[in-house]
């Protein structure tokens, strides 16, 4: 199994410019998770689809932030406009959740944003 | 603020001492999970325990929940030089997702 994967792995860009993370869970599995890490303000779950379907979003920063899974293969973050205060790591993880219990989460190598 | 929070933020040991970390929660909890995230990688799962456990192994892994103080450890036994690298605890309240504290930072000396 080839794991979550994310691309792309780095990314610098500047200011005012479109950004779109790209994530592909492991197969099989029903729930998807796009992550924050910063040393500031440590790892912060952004939103989580269950089922290809956004379950919480609370954790997206603001209007700037949108997130999409359009099937189970695929999910993007997409930052427009972005800026310096959004550089840090985005990480994708996924899980098989089933009713009533939980199930570890899968954690993509991450991508590096830098916005200058 | 987070739901974990994990004490001590670093941990200096040397390799063969065990290397114990805490982590304390805020409200009831399902069950609670440890993580591993080596530098510049993404983390890993180490180890969970259900909110009706008090203790659990898995190899030199020994986790530790007591509910009433809202609080787990985690203990290495035996470190070596591989085990540095930071350690997460997350806590699910059941609301499909779980919360993650701002993690420790073991660093084990060969």
């Known amino acids: 199994d080839a794991g979550v994967i994310q691309s792309p792995r780095h990314e610098v860009t500047e200011m005012g410019q479109e950004v779109t993370l790209r994530c592909k869970p492991i197969?099989?599995?029903?729930?998807l998770f796009w992550y924050r890490q910063t040393m500031m303000r440590g790892l912060e779950l952004l939103i989580y689809?269950?089922?290809?379907?956004?379950?919480?979003d609370s954790g997206m920063p603001e209007d700037r932030f949108s997130a999409k899974m359009p099937n189970a293969s695929f999910s993007t973050l997409k930052i427009q406009p972005s800026e310096p205060r959004d550089s840090a790591v985005y990480f994708c993880?996924?899980?098989?959740?089933?009713?009533?219990?939980?199930?570890?989460?899968?954690f993509g190598p991450g991508t590096r944003l830098t916005v200058l | 603020s987070q739901q974990g929070e994990e004490d001590p933020q670093a941990l200096s040991i040397q390799e063969g001492e065990n290397a114990t970390m805490n982590c304390s929660y805020k409200?009831?909890?399902?069950?609670l999970q440890w993580y591993r995230q080596n530098s510049g990688r993404g983390l890993v799962h180490l180890i969970l325990?259900?909110?009706?456990?008090r203790e659990k192994h898995s190899g030199r892994l020994r986790v530790t929940l007591d509910t009433s103080k809202k609080s787990s450890s985690l203990l290495i036994t035996a470190s070596r030089a591989a085990d540095t690298a930071s350690y997460f605890c997350?806590?699910?309240?059941?609301?499909?997702?779980?919360?993650f504290g701002d993690g420790t930072t073991l660093t084990v000396k060969p």
């Open positions: 993880a996924s899980s098989r959740r089933l009713a009533g219990s939980y199930n570890e989460q899968f």
């Open positions: 197969s099989g599995h029903n729930s």
């Open positions: 409200t009831s909890i399902n069950n």
């Open positions: 689809f269950n089922n290809n379907v956004p379950i919480d």
């Open positions: 325990i259900r909110s009706n456990e």
């Open positions: 997350a806590t699910d309240a059941g609301a499909g997702k779980s919360t």
